[in-house]
């Protein structure tokens, strides 16, 4: 969508700033010219926070946002910016627990009903690593659509004279038409993006866990200081006691006072209901600070060698040596035990979500006073099911079972419907799969009783099949596809095609016309056209507990 003049005027108009309108009064024959103002446009505040869908196929998928708008209800053509530049890269796989704020900008009063995501198109510009390592040449990714991608809210925002919003966008990598391989081997990326409204509205912000920002200080007030993040755009952040600082410079604890303009920063954040964001931790230098920041996923966990290995603010891994006195705790208050192997070390592995204390943030080799698991969580493919247990198998072999804990209950991801309380129909859908690969997510509760973590839920991911063909022609709700299995054997199974509102599954064409690829949607009145034996196809599904699936997307291949 074109930017307007208009949304460029509204825009340009800082908080707080006075307009003046000249009017001319005609009379006789003199004139006059009086200068009247005019009070300021109302405006609120809008947080824009970046989360991700979980996805167990990809341990890097970055990418560079470089702008988002608003867009009116009433008039499609007038768009707000809430975030203009070039982002940091960003690794959307770190976001499955934690937010990545993006911007809070000051917003024109008004409703808005979407947004409108940019990123940065160039394939050098985006990182793929698959789960298993190995990183996806630039000359093989392709991006469709990613300079304008609309993406609806799911309920209106409307900005009122000094209200606090927050708009939580998610990159859901667990698409299966988010990242689509062709069948001459290039990965196509299909932004797929959504609006997640938070149920506690700003109250549920207190709660979420954000990246920590890199940037240098702007300038320091009383009480508050302004962060001039790597990102470009300028934040606010307010110090309370509560807030810790590291003079990175001096090796040693520092103060608020240490603070200076120009001093670089790694600042911890949260932010309270009223939009306001507060300074967890701050380390500060007058150099360039270490990679690494102590807030992140786990990438792995060296056994042998007491070392675990989490996420940087750049997205590679860094090393922090488990000693004899680490001590391990789950949300701050539950002991996991002390030490490396045979301690608490052993109740960590990748995926969880931490925050490291370091005994000194400036070795060259850092070594962890705490490890607190803020967010546990395990997936992969599920390898086993029965009334009392289930199994995830990951990319690197390993097997681990857990108990169903308090409260259990299952769902489809993106598919809606209330959640599943029956861990026996959980288990039947697995079962009933037979040679389709299961995977799905769980966040973990620790139980203190039997001092391992238990599954708090479990949410079916799409299952993508690998290339086939249509062998049966969509009639009546149905579909037939073949494809070869894990056994090297063609499989032919038959899934369903909900035509219910809502609950429709995304269907598309992926059409190559002398090397030009598009994909366009297909809505159910095309399907008996398009979807026709022998075209070549993937299809996602999810298992049922009846032991067949549901398509959750379908993509045709044609001029291939």
């Given at each position: ?156 925002l409307v900005v009122t004279q000094g209200s606090s919003n927050a708009l939580q966008l998610d990159f ?330 809502g609950q429709l599954p995304t269907v598309v064409e992926v059409h ?49």
């Amino acid at each position: 969508m074109r930017f307007t003049p208009r949304s460029l005027t509204r825009l340009a108009l800082p908080a707080g700033l006075t307009t003046l309108a000249l009017l001319t009064a005609c009379g006789g024959s003199g004139s006059s010219t009086t200068a009247t103002a005019t009070a300021p446009a109302p405006t609120g505040t809008a947080a824009i926070i970046l989360t991700d869908a979980p996805s167990d196929q990809w341990s890097a998928v970055e990418v560079v946002v470089t702008r988002i708008t608003l867009v009116d209800k009433a008039d499609h053509t007038r768009e707000v910016v809430a975030f203009q530049g070039t982002s940091a890269k960003i690794n959307l796989v770190d976001l499955d627990s934690v937010g990545e704020l993006l911007a809070t900008a000051q917003i024109p009063a008004g409703t808005y009903d979407g947004m409108r995501v940019s990123i940065d198109p160039n394939p050098a510009n985006i990182n793929l690593v698959k789960a298993d390592g190995t990183v996806v040449p630039s000359s093989q990714i392709k991006v469709v659509g990613g300079t304008n991608v609309w993406v609806p809210l799911s309920s209106d925002l409307v900005v009122t004279q000094g209200s606090s919003n927050a708009l939580q966008l998610d990159f859901d990598l667990g698409h299966p038409l988010f990242l689509v391989q062709l069948p001459d081997g290039t990965w196509v990326m299909n932004l797929q993006i959504r609006h997640k409204p938070n149920a506690n509205g700003m109250m549920g912000m207190a709660q979420m866990l954000f990246r920590t920002r890199k940037g240098t200080v702007a300038s320091v007030g009383t009480g508050s200081f302004m962060l001039h993040a790597d990102s470009g755009n300028d934040l606010t952040v307010n110090v309370d006691n509560g807030a810790k600082f590291i003079d990175v410079d001096a090796h040693a604890p520092g103060t608020f006072a240490g603070l200076a303009a120009g001093k670089n920063v790694l600042v911890s954040l949260r932010m309270q209901p009223d939009g306001s964001l507060w300074a967890i931790r701050v380390w500060y230098s007058t150099s360039a600070l270490p990679q690494w920041t102590p807030e992140g996923h786990v990438y792995g966990v060296d056994r042998t060698n007491n070392t675990l290995f989490v996420s940087t603010d750049t997205g590679a891994p860094k090393a922090i040596t488990i000693d004899s006195d680490t001590a391990f705790t789950y949300h701050t208050t539950l002991s996991l035990g002390t030490g490396g192997t045979g301690g608490g070390l052993d109740h960590v592995w990748a995926g969880f979500k931490v925050q490291v204390e370091v005994k000194d943030p400036l070795q060259a080799q850092l070594h962890a006073a705490s490890v607190n698991v803020q967010r546990a969580v395990d997936g992969g493919r599920i390898t086993a099911a029965n009334a009392a247990t289930f199994s995830y198998a990951n990319a690197f072999s390993l097997t681990r079972t857990y108990a169903y804990g308090n409260g259990f209950a299952w769902w489809y991801l993106g598919l809606p419907g209330t959640p599943y309380m029956d861990p026996g129909a959980f288990a039947a859908a697995v079962t009933g799969a037979g040679d389709v690969r299961v995977q799905g997510v769980s966040d973990l509760t620790w139980n203190g009783t039997s001092s391992a973590w238990d599954a708090a839920n479990a949410i079916f991911l799409p299952v993508g099949l690998p290339l086939g063909a249509i062998s049966t022609s969509y009639n009546g709700g149905q579909l037939g596809f073949t494809f070869t299995n894990s056994s090297a054997t063609p499989q032919a199974i038959t899934t369903t095609l909900s035509t219910t509102v809502g609950q429709l599954p995304t269907v598309v064409e992926v059409h190559n016309q002398a090397g030009v690829i598009s994909i366009t949607p297909l809505d159910p009145t095309t399907w008996s056209a398009k979807l026709v034996a022998p075209t070549p196809a993937k299809v996602a599904v999810v298992p049922k507990p009846d032991g067949t699936f549901a398509a959750y997307a379908v993509a045709i291949f044609t001029g291939f």
